[in-house]
Structures are given as C-alpha cells and as structure tokens.
C-alpha cells in the first residue's frame, strides 16, 4: 500500500508563493502519475497539477497555469507544488494523489486510487 502526507500549508498574503511538499511511503510511487487536487468548503474537488513518473509531461489546470508547477524527487519518494503568484482564490484544502492505473484521466480525482489527507493553504487579501 501507499500512503500519502502533505505539507507546507499555511496563511500566505496575495501575491506571495509557498511551496506544499508531498511524502509517500510504503512504497516507491516512481512509476506513477501523481496529481494535486483542492477543495475549498462548498466547491468541487478541483484538478491543478499532474506529472507522470519520469516527469515528462505536466498537467495544469486552466487557473494555475503560469503560476504554479508541480514536480517531484523520486530518490525521495517527495513530490511538490510551488505556487507563485497567490490569490485569495487558492486558498482550499490541498490534497496530493498518485494512481497506478495505466488508463486514466490524470485531471479525474476518481481514477487517483491514493490519497493525502490534505494541507491548508489560506491566502489573505
């Protein structure tokens, strides 16, 4: 089994940039897609990042393109979202996810079969 823990989340002013880290553990996620997905109360589960194991191809969201990138030390088994550029807008839950499925849709949180319990990002105005 993996497991999946977040951290680095915290209150940031606008404009400002943080980085959350995600540590996997029970075993290497080298080999799979993993994504970073948030949830602020009342709104849908939100794709914005994925990267495919080698770290080839990246995924952004339409509203974190040119701000945030996504990447990911596999010697370390770590992946990360640096978010530059912050809004009020970002502030949510932020969950880390990895699937192993080879057919998938890597910006659909239901074909991610590992999750995180989630880190708060609040951005202040």
């Known amino acids: 089994q993996v497991q999946l823990v977040e951290s680095g989340g915290r209150l940031v002013q606008a404009g400002g940039s943080l ?5 996997a553990s029970g075993r290497t996620v080298s ?3 993993v994504g970073w997905f948030r949830q602020a109360p009342g ?17 952004y969201g339409d509203s974190v393109k040119g701000r945030f990138t996504i ?3 596999n010697a370390k088994n770590t992946m990360y979202l640096q978010m530059n550029s912050l809004k009020p807008e970002d502030t949510a839950a932020y969950y880390c996810a990895a699937t192993s499925r080879l057919n998938r849709n890597v910006a ?3 074909d991610y079969n590992y999750w995180g319990p989630g880190t708060q990002v609040t951005v202040s105005s």
């Open 43 to 59: 709104k849908e589960r939100e794709s914005v990042a994925a990267i495919t194991g080698s770290g080839a191809n990246t995924y």
């Open 19 to 23: 980085r959350v880290s995600c540590a």
């Open 31 to 33: 080999p799979y897609v």
């Open 71 to 73: 990447s990911r030390d």
């Open 108 to 110: 659909r949180s239901d």
